[in-house]
């Protein structure tokens, strides 16, 4: 106890003795607070990918932002060419802008082979690109169709043929459409016909124009 009051008078001594004297006092020192960064959060390493859906006319968005999924289509065509006549066509979808396409045709074949009246079914596989207005596609449908005269030579024809389609919708939305397009191939008279021309082979080209929906 004696201790803590000699060290406490020596202090306060020796601070008289500063004020009297005029010095200044032994400086205070203090330790400094390191100061902490402040975090934040690392930006993002990319903007964010946003991916678009084809658009094509037998899946399109209604005009509530709800889909209109069909599954199906139907078109009716008229063929002017060696192949006249009136065609219908229903198509059933098997992947995205994919379809199977089963077709009947009512007309005349008017080939090198002769001129006939003529029924006939076929069936095409079609695949379908879609412009960025979302109302424009193109069509590429493969396929193998079968005729039989019924009037004059009875002879058939077996027609591997290419169609090259443009189809448009009404408005987006709209599940109906207008198209266009080109037929092109050969015909193999497949028999049926007593003028021997059996195996002989044509070119079938025409043109279409109808409606989907």
């Known amino acids: 106890m004696s201790r803590f009051l000699w060290v406490m008078i020596c202090g306060i001594l020796t601070s008289q003795a500063f004020a009297q004297t005029g010095l200044p006092a032994p400086p205070l020192v ?3 607070i390191p100061q902490q960064s402040p975090i934040y959060a690392p930006p993002p390493t990319g903007a964010p990918v946003i991916v678009e ?3 094509y006319l037998d899946r399109v968005a209604g005009t509530n932002g709800q889909e209109i999924d069909s599954t199906t289509f139907i078109t009716m065509d008229i063929l002017l ?3 006249t006549g009136i065609r219908s066509q229903v198509g059933f979808e098997v992947g995205p ?3 199977i396409v089963a077709e009947v045709f009512y007309g005349g074949l008017f080939t090198k082979i002769g001129t006939t009246e003529a029924v006939g079914g076929g069936v095409r596989y079609q695949w379908r690109r ?3 207005d979302q109302v424009n596609q ?3 449908s493969p396929g193998l169709a079968f005729y039989s005269a019924i009037s004059g030579d009875e002879r058939n024809i077996l027609a591997p043929t290419m169609e090259v389609t443009w189809i448009r919708a009404f408005s987006p939305g709209n599940n109906w459409g207008w198209q266009i397009g080109l037929s092109a191939g050969i015909g193999v008279d497949a028999g049926g016909s007593d003028r021997g021309t059996t195996g ?3 070119p079938l080209i025409s043109v279409f124009s109808g409606f989907r929906f």
Do not use: F, Y
């Open 30 to 32: 203090t330790t400094p």
């Open 53 to 55: 859906q084809p658009l």
């Open 81 to 83: 060419g060696m192949t």
């Open 97 to 99: 802008r994919q379809s």
């Open 130 to 132: 879609v412009s960025t």
């Open 138 to 140: 193109l069509a590429l």
């Open 200 to 202: 002989e082979i044509t």
